[in-house]
């Protein structure tokens, strides 16, 4: 097992490397790009702005954010660039890096992100590693609670629903199944937060933030009820939202191996029930419910919560990928990706260590 773990930690540098490269050459040929964005806002505002922006850049402008008389017109390929000083848009091209060739610009970012150093947001000024830093703590919460809380919800519920195949208690928890799983989320947010949290009838829970603004001045029990009592809504949001598929699939899983010649020969032999289901179907059933485990976290963590974190005030990772997609802040945007494709490369591998000591026939060592 120890080669195999070798073997997958060195593929994960390729890996890595060709996510990152075809992620920054999509980015590259993207429209609207953070110098467009900002030439966009000169051509908009005026002197003004225009007059202020060049005055740091040293560059001169005339009436309207326009080049100075006798001034060369600009080659630039950027749209809105007619007009403007060519030295204001060298310039611009500069500060966000964009004075470099792509493919120099790359292997700096390949370098930096060997190190750690994921760069600099292009609006807020800040290491990308100190904004993911400070959001994490949102998402560590919403996804490992909500992952856990239905994963704890549909592995048992979908071996009762295996077992009661067809049953009365199989038919109304399979509506209650498809109803979570055809409502979206955001719409099970809106009604959590008009029933509970100061709508039109109760006000029980928060409505913001991770935790209390006193939370410092707490004891430690009351911190981790006041922490429960702000995350108890939003994760109730997703895992009402997530629970469905899994529950299925699970059942399904379960249904497939009950049915196979190996279960007839165990009950042949005396064994009871229980020792059927959990000491020969459990291994079998549950490797496909483990293998989407990675995946489900690592949705939750980045992306399966920036509505529920527009919808309850959370600023958390979902949220701020969000925000630099629609600003074009490249670097948080290389950054998450490369930190989310990490963590799911990780989490893989952590998947596949887990088959093991679940079913100790599985040996990928002897596979390869």
């Not at 937060?193 to 039109?200: D, E, I, N, S």
């Not at 549950?286 to 293998?291: A, K, N, R, T």
């Amino acid at each position: 097992m120890t080669a195999y773990i070798l073997r997958r930690l060195l593929l994960m540098i390729p890996t890595l490397f060709g996510v990152l490269l075809i992620n920054f050459a999509i980015i590259q040929l993207a429209p609207g790009g953070p110098v467009e964005q900002i030439l966009a806002q000169l051509r908009g505002v005026g002197a003004d702005v225009a007059g202020r922006i060049s005055g740091a850049t040293g560059a001169e402008t005339g009436p309207g954010g326009t080049a100075p008389a006798g001034a060369r017109p600009t080659d630039s390929l950027y749209r809105g660039a007619q007009g403007l000083d060519p030295e204001l848009i060298e310039e611009l091209k500069r500060q966000f890096g964009f004075d470099r060739p792509a493919p120099e610009r790359f292997w700096r970012m390949c370098r930096d992100f060997l190190r750690f150093d994921l760069g600099r947001s292009f609006y807020r000024d800040r290491p990308v590693w100190s904004l993911i830093r400070e959001k994490l703590p949102v998402s560590i919460s919403l996804g490992v609670w909500s992952t856990l809380l239905i994963y704890v919800i549909s592995i048992p519920l979908g071996i009762r629903k295996a077992v009661c195949d067809g049953s009365r208690f199989d038919a109304w928890t399979s509506v209650l199944v498809i109803a979570g799983n055809a409502i979206p989320s955001f719409l099970f947010a809106i009604v959590l937060v008009m029933v509970f949290a100061g709508g039109r009838y109760l006000q029980w829970f928060p409505l913001r933030g991770l935790v209390s603004d006193n939370w410092a001045e707490l004891s430690w029990g009351a911190r981790i009820l006041d922490y429960a009592w702000h995350m108890t809504l939003p994760v109730l949001t997703i895992t009402i939202g997530g629970f469905a598929s899994l529950t299925m699939l699970t059942k399904n899983s379960f249904l497939d191996q009950i049915h196979l010649q190996y279960v007839t020969t165990a009950r042949a032999k005396g064994c009871s029930p229980r020792r059927v289901l959990y000491g020969h179907v459990f291994r079998n059933a549950m490797l496909i419910v483990i293998s989407g485990f990675p995946a489900a976290l690592i949705l939750m963590l980045f992306t399966g919560s920036v509505l529920v974190e527009v919808i309850f005030s959370l600023d958390g990772l979902g949220l701020l990928g969000f925000e630099a997609a629609l600003k074009r802040d490249y670097p948080v945007m290389m950054g998450t990706l490369y930190i989310f494709e990490l963590l799911t490369l990780l989490l893989a591998l952590v998947s596949d260590i887990t088959y093991t000591l679940i079913d100790p026939r599985i040996d990928f060592e002897r596979r390869a």
